[in-house]
């Protein structure tokens, strides 16, 4: 293992920001395998999930880059991280609770894409801040292994633990959110912690 890549492996920070990339490939994957699901059980015909889409995903382009902007030029990248953690918290639980009812599956989903969308762009900026030049290709891979690597045990576990429970998956989801919660979130290089 050459120098660059043990020194991005063993800076806390840095470790932080991998665990956010595949918490969040993880996560997403798991939640976008049981979601159309959810919506094929109310009787949803496959070829009009695309309509749910439509409608889960546009508020989270009109909210999600504006208020990256707005946190970015006020110094509250932290504060918009914690509250986008929250904002895929809540999108998981109200899922759980709330998978056999149309309008909280919509609301879900919505409040689930909204706080990944904030979330998901902050990390390379987060990544690239705190790495020089020359160790910047290690620590991206490194950042990109752990977002493949969730995005495939995500994608795995959600169709492995939907075929033993069907709330399994939403279950598995909302606790590794807040285990992530409580081994700690990435901070932006600025932040006030």
């Not at 382009?61 to 946190?71: Q, T």
């Not at 998978?99 to 990944?116: K, N, V």
């Not at 939403?170 to 807040?178: C, E, I, N, W």
Request: glycine share 10%; charged share 10%.
């Amino acid at each position: 293992m050459g120098s660059g890549l043990r020194a991005v492996l063993q800076n806390r920070e840095l470790r932080l920001i991998y665990l956010a990339s595949f918490v969040l490939s993880f996560t997403l994957n798991m939640f976008f395998f049981v979601y159309p699901l959810s919506w094929t059980e109310l009787g949803l015909p496959k070829s009009e999930l695309w309509k749910v889409y439509l409608i889960i995903f546009f508020p989270s382009v009109l909210l999600g880059f504006p208020s990256v902007r707005y946190a970015e030029k006020r110094g509250r990248l932290w504060l918009l991280s914690r509250i986008s953690w929250l904002l895929i918290a809540v999108g998981y639980l109200a899922y759980l609770v709330g998978a056999t009812q149309e309008w909280l599956l919509y609301i879900s989903g919505g409040i689930f894409f909204i706080g990944y969308t904030v979330f998901q762009p902050l990390l390379p900026s987060f990544l690239t801040q705190r790495v020089a030049l020359q160790g910047r290709g290690a620590a991206t891979g490194c950042y990109n292994f752990s977002g493949f690597l969730g995005a495939a045990l995500g994608g795995m576990l959600g169709g492995i633990l939907s075929h033993v429970a069907y709330s399994l998956p939403q279950t598995v989801g909302l606790v590794l959110l807040v285990a992530w919660w409580l081994r700690g979130l990435p901070n932006p290089p600025d932040s006030p912690l």
